[in-house]
């Protein structure tokens, strides 16, 4: 009798809606290429500690649909941070918002939202603070955990079902990031 007590306790509990999975943080390391931000290249860490859902993105979605970036920046202030980019002797880069795909090959692509702040990331502090409110790294990495990623410093985006999109880039010189490679 006991036996079929647990029997269906573990039915029970098998039938009932599951939590998805929750991922582990992971850090990256890359060199980010002489440029606007530092004279020669540099390396860099690259953290994501909260990956965002799928009911995130929608909901992101639905309020870009209804409000447009300045909406959407409202949210992104509001949410805790997902991820950063770490560069000696400047503050940390914050990304409110992350998401991955997995690409055929085996391979993935990461996108991080950043919100454009003041401060030593900057490479203009004149222009784009009306249109252009955000900031997107975009890390290509192979089955291997091995890639490249790019920095928008000034960044206009949409956000669209699958999320974020680059519409324009307004300082015409994205950084580059090279050697990147899953650290754990």
């Not at 000696?88 to 950043?114: K, P």
Request: aromatic share 6%; glycine share 8%.
């Amino acid at each position: 009798m006991r036996s079929l007590a647990l029997v269906a306790a573990a039915i029970a509990m098998l039938a009932a809606p599951q939590d998805a999975v929750e991922r582990k943080p992971e850090r990256f390391s890359a060199i980010m290429t002489a440029g606007p931000l530092t004279p020669t290249p540099t390396g860099v860490e690259i953290g994501i500690d909260r990956w965002s859902t799928e009911d995130v993105r929608a909901g992101l979605f639905d309020i870009f649909h209804a409000g447009g970036q300045p909406a959407l920046l409202e949210a992104l202030k509001k949410a805790p941070i997902a991820g950063y980019v770490r560069m000696a002797n400047h503050e940390r880069l914050r990304a409110s918002y992350v998401q991955e795909e997995t690409r055929g090959d085996g391979g993935r692509r990461i996108l991080m939202l950043c919100i454009r702040y003041p401060g030593d990331w900057e490479l203009s502090r004149d222009s784009g603070w009306t249109d252009h409110l955000y900031r997107l790294v975009a890390l290509t990495l192979d089955p291997k955990n091995h890639g490249t990623g790019i920095l928008f410093h000034t960044a206009q985006i949409t956000f669209s079902r699958d999320g974020p999109d680059l519409v324009h880039e307004l300082s015409g010189q994205p950084t580059k990031l090279l050697s990147l490679q899953k650290v754990r």
